[in-house]
T-cell receptor, first 108, second 115 residues
Framework: GQSLEQPSEVTAVEGAIVQINCTYQ??????LSWYQQHDGGAPTFLSY????GLEETGRFSSFLSRSDSYGYLLLQELQMKDSASYFC?????????FGAGTRLFVKA | DAGVIQSPRHEVTEMGQEVTLRCKPI?????LFWYRQTMMRGLELLIY????????DSGMPEDRFSAKMPNASFSTLKIQPSEPRDSAVYFC?????????????FGPGTRLTVT
């Protein structure tokens, strides 16, 4: 079967750094994606890791370790607008399995 | 481009009625996806198409659900008959995967309420 685990909630202060972890069990693994979703909105793509290592895009970075079936999303210089839900997703080609999501609360 | 377009944005119907959700993908995208999101089950892939052909419908919950893509610019998800447990937000997404990132662009969703 396929399963993903990520924390349900994380709270951090404005300007801080936060890491959202994701562990997975799956077959036919191509890579790990991350999406952001604000309340009432649609998911928006943040990153995709197919190979081990860190990918950086502005304030957001994503990491993958295929041998450990583990990845994380790193958000730096947190802003209030980063308060949202963050989903990791296992990609087997385009077959997409989403985690349950991590709700991030950013406090002033 | 206007992005992925979905209609209606909200739908309220009575149990037993037929519901049809519509989606127009981004022009040039050759993959189209239907998702369902609920608090209990999260975001679930129902079915996806490549070049208008259904590739994987293993997420379609039961025979009451059907999806079609008659051409590259239009897809429908139909529920017949609808039941209260079908209440959810249904998202359509599209992708081209030209850069190998499998990035999917989501529409605004249709919030379905079945009473």
């Amino acid at each position: 079967g396929q399963s993903l685990e990520q924390p349900s909630e994380v709270t951090a202060v404005e300007g801080a750094i936060v890491q959202i972890n994701c562990t997975y069990q799956t077959s036919g693994f191509y890579g790990l994606s991350w999406y952001q979703q604000h309340d009432g909105g649609a998911p928006t793509f943040l990153s995709y890791n197919a190979l081990d290592g860190l990918e950086e895009t502005g304030r957001f970075s994503s990491f993958l370790s295929r041998s450990d079936s583990y990845g994380y999303l790193l958000l730096q210089e947190l802003q209030m607008k980063d308060s949202a839900s963050y989903f990791c997703a296992v990609m087997a080609g385009f077959k997409t399995i989403f985690g349950a999501g991590t709700r991030l609360f950013v406090k002033a | 481009d206007a992005g992925v377009i979905q209609s209606p944005r909200h739908e309220v119907t009575e149990m037993g009625q037929e519901v049809t959700l519509r989606c127009k993908p981004i022009s040039g995208h050759d993959y189209l996806f239907w998702y369902r999101q609920t608090m209990m089950r999260g975001l679930e892939l129902l079915i996806y198409f490549n070049n208008n052909v259904p590739i994987d419908d293993s997420g379609m919950p039961e025979d009451r659900f059907s999806a079609k893509m008659p051409n590259a610019s239009f897809s429908t998800l139909k529920i017949q008959p609808s039941e209260p447990r079908d209440s959810a937000v249904y998202f359509c997404a599209s992708s081209s995967n030209r850069d190998g990132s499998y990035e999917q662009y989501f529409g605004p969703g249709t919030r379905l309420t079945v009473t």
